[in-house]
């Protein structure tokens, strides 16, 4: 397989360095893999500190910024990151208000940001965690126990970080992210398998003229495989299967989300058609965010996230934000 790498073992290295250069308000330790924002701590305010295995870019580095994330702690590919990473994240963000750990379901993640949070509690931090785990596909797949993390972690981070921003205590930010996840659902499609630097070539078997539906953002097995479907008929079946699971009160936000490869020409087409099935389904939709943001390194296909909002959590999502890969109001 054909890459713009150097060599598989300083992938993650060379791309914190070019983060480092691209983003002057963004302080990167290349050495310790730790990414936070320039004017930490931010007193007075709740840290929001996540991460996971790089190769979802632009999760989570790419959230570092006012009105998101505090700091990001990216691992090997697709591998979990350290304690001592987060550990250290926390205390560069912690300014005495607590700190939130937003913890994708992933054993390793999970296991991790655990014994992080009793280490920097022993160093005086004051910690709480919410687990995202928003993927309907699944239950118990190669890499969890319970429901995947995917396309939430967005939503978590931005309306949590919107709350953090505005001063709000520890409590009150864990309790907003905790109603994000509960009220979001997510499903994702692979048009082909994810090649990773390490192996370079596909992880998985998917052969040409079938799809996998329900895929995992590490390539984990899905519902079922089916010959090809039009963009409409996988809309379908996603939107479908999530509303299956939460039949949504509130009006909803969508994030129909590129898992790397997949290009905005049929990530906007096939948006158009999940806006047809929820229209269909008699489901409101306040707000649309389409592009790449929870990637899979080089997989085609894309996911759906749906977030029901009350007025509370739409101004959060509407207040100001400024990090890489979202911005808006600032």
């Given at each position: 397989?054909?890459?713009?790498?150097?060599?598989?073992?300083?992938?993650?290295?060379?791309?914190?360095?070019?983060?480092?250069?691209?983003?002057?308000?963004?302080?990167?330790?290349?050495?310790?893999?730790?990414?936070?924002?320039?004017?930490?701590?931010?007193?007075?305010?709740?840290?929001?500190?996540?991460?996971?295995?790089?190769?979802?870019?632009?999760?989570?580095?790419?959230?570092?910024?006012?009105?998101?994330?505090?700091?990001?702690?990216?691992?090997?590919?697709?591998?979990?990151?350290?304690?001592?990473?987060?550990?250290?994240?926390?205390?560069?963000?912690?300014?005495?208000?607590?700190?939130?750990?937003?913890?994708?379901?992933?054993?390793?993640?999970?296991?991790?940001?655990?014994?992080?949070?009793?280490?920097?509690?022993?160093?005086?931090?004051?910690?709480?965690?919410?687990?995202?785990?928003?993927?309907?596909?699944?239950?118990?797949?190669?890499?969890?126990?319970?429901?995947?993390?995917?396309?939430?972690?967005?939503?978590?981070?931005?309306?949590?970080?919107?709350?953090?921003?505005?001063?709000?205590?520890?409590?009150?930010?864990?309790?907003?992210?905790?109603?994000?996840?509960?009220?979001?659902?997510?499903?994702?499609v692979a048009l082909s398998a994810v090649t990773t630097p390490a192996k370079g070539s596909p992880t998985f078997d998917l052969p040409d003229g079938e799809l996998e539906l329900g895929i995992g953002i590490h390539g984990e097995p899905g519902r079922e495989r089916r010959p090809m479907m039009t963009s409409g008929e996988i809309a379908d079946f996603a939107v479908h299967a999530i509303l299956e699971d939460m039949p949504p009160r509130n009006p909803v936000l969508v994030l129909v989300n590129g898992?790397?490869?997949?290009?905005?020409?049929?990530?906007?087409?096939?948006?158009?058609?999940?806006?047809?099935?929820?229209?269909?389904?008699?489901?409101?939709?306040?707000?649309?965010?389409?592009?790449?943001?929870?990637?899979?390194?080089?997989?085609?296909?894309?996911?759906?996230?749906?977030?029901?909002?009350?007025?509370?959590?739409?101004?959060?999502?509407?207040?100001?934000?400024?990090?890489?890969?979202?911005?808006?109001?600032?």
């Amino acid at each position: 397989m054909k890459m713009l790498i150097n060599v598989p073992e300083t992938v993650v290295a060379d791309a914190l360095r070019g983060m480092a250069a691209a983003h002057p308000d963004l302080t990167v330790d290349v050495e310790h893999r730790v990414i936070v924002r320039r004017d930490a701590p931010v007193q007075g305010q709740v840290a929001l500190v996540s991460g996971g295995g790089s190769g979802h870019e632009p999760l989570h580095g790419g959230f570092v910024g006012p009105g998101m994330l505090s700091a990001a702690c990216p691992g090997e590919v697709f591998t979990s990151p350290v304690p001592d990473q987060m550990v250290r994240a926390a205390a560069a963000v912690d300014s005495g208000a607590g700190v939130l750990f937003v913890v994708k379901n992933y054993t390793g993640d999970v296991l991790n940001f655990d014994m992080a949070a009793e280490l920097a509690e022993d160093e005086g931090i004051q910690v709480a965690k919410v687990l995202v785990n928003d993927d309907v596909a699944v239950t118990d797949s190669l890499f969890t126990a319970g429901r995947r993390g995917t396309g939430a972690t967005l939503f978590v981070e931005k309306i949590a970080g919107a709350a953090a921003a505005e001063g709000r205590p520890l409590e009150q930010v864990e309790s907003v992210a905790r109603r994000v996840n509960e009220n979001s659902r997510s499903f994702g499609v692979a048009l082909s398998a994810v090649t990773t630097p390490a192996k370079g070539s596909p992880t998985f078997d998917l052969p040409d003229g079938e799809l996998e539906l329900g895929i995992g953002i590490h390539g984990e097995p899905g519902r079922e495989r089916r010959p090809m479907m039009t963009s409409g008929e996988i809309a379908d079946f996603a939107v479908h299967a999530i509303l299956e699971d939460m039949p949504p009160r509130n009006p909803v936000l969508v994030l129909v989300n590129g898992m790397g490869a997949t290009p905005l020409l049929e990530l906007y087409g096939f948006n158009a058609e999940v806006q047809r099935v929820l229209a269909e389904r008699g489901v409101a939709v306040v707000r649309t965010l389409v592009g790449n943001y929870v990637t899979s390194l080089d997989m085609a296909g894309a996911s759906v996230t749906l977030c029901q909002v009350d007025e509370e959590m739409l101004g959060l999502w509407d207040a100001p934000v400024r990090t890489p890969a979202l911005r808006w109001g600032m």
